[in-house]
C-alpha cells in the first residue's frame, strides 16, 4: 500500500482565532499564524530571523474542534493543503494563499499538556476502528468537495 503524505505546516497562532460560517452553512475557523526562521551560521549556531505570517484556515469538524482547544500563542502543527486564489484590492487583482488545514494539534514539541482518552472505546477494537475509518473518510470527502478535486 502506498504512503499517503500532505503538506504540513508548523509555527504559532500569531491572532486570536476567528469562527465563521461559510455560504454553505459550514463552521470555519481562521487563525493568522506566524512561522520563525533561522540562520544556520558557520559557529554552528543559529541566528533567530523575522518570523514570516500566513493565513490558516479549517472547515467543519476540524474548525470546531480547533476553535475550542487554540488560543493566541499556542504551537502548532496542521497537514493539507496551500490555496491559492484571487482577490479585487484598490481596483485591481491580488494574489492571496492560506493554508487548509484538514487536521491540526499542539506541536508537542512546544506545548505541555495531558491526554484524555476517556472517551474511546476500548483501544484496537473493531467497533472504534470502524467509526475512526468512517470518520476519515467523510473529512477527506469534505476535503476534496473544498479544494475542487
Do not use: C
Not at 60 to 85: I, P
Not at 94 to 113: C, M, P, S, W
Amino acid at each position: 500500500m502506498t504512503l499517503h503524505t500532505q503538506q504540513s505546516l508548523s509555527g504559532f497562532m500569531a491572532s486570536d482565532p476567528q469562527q465563521s460560517v461559510t455560504e454553505n452553512g459550514d463552521t470555519r475557523f481562521y487563525v493568522r499564524v506566524g512561522q520563525p526562521h533561522f540562520r544556520h551560521e558557520y559557529s554552528g549556531s543559529f541566528t533567530a530571523l523575522e518570523p514570516t505570517f500566513h493565513d490558516l484556515v479549517a472547515y467543519r469538524a476540524t474548525a470546531e474542534w480547533a476553535l475550542t482547544r487554540f488560543a493566541k500563542g499556542d504551537s502548532f502543527v496542521a497537514e493539507g493543503y496551500v490555496r491559492t486564489f484571487q482577490v479585487q484590492r484598490d481596483g485591481g487583482v491580488i494574489q492571496r494563499e492560506e493554508f487548509v488545514a484538514k487536521k491540526i494539534g499542539h506541536d508537542l514539541a512546544r506545548t505541555n499538556y495531558q491526554v484524555d482518552r476517556a472517551y474511546r472505546s476500548a483501544p484496537g477494537s473493531e467497533q472504534d476502528a470502524a467509526t475512526t475509518m468512517t470518520a476519515i473518510a467523510h473529512e477527506t470527502e469534505a476535503a476534496h468537495a473544498d479544494s475542487g478535486w
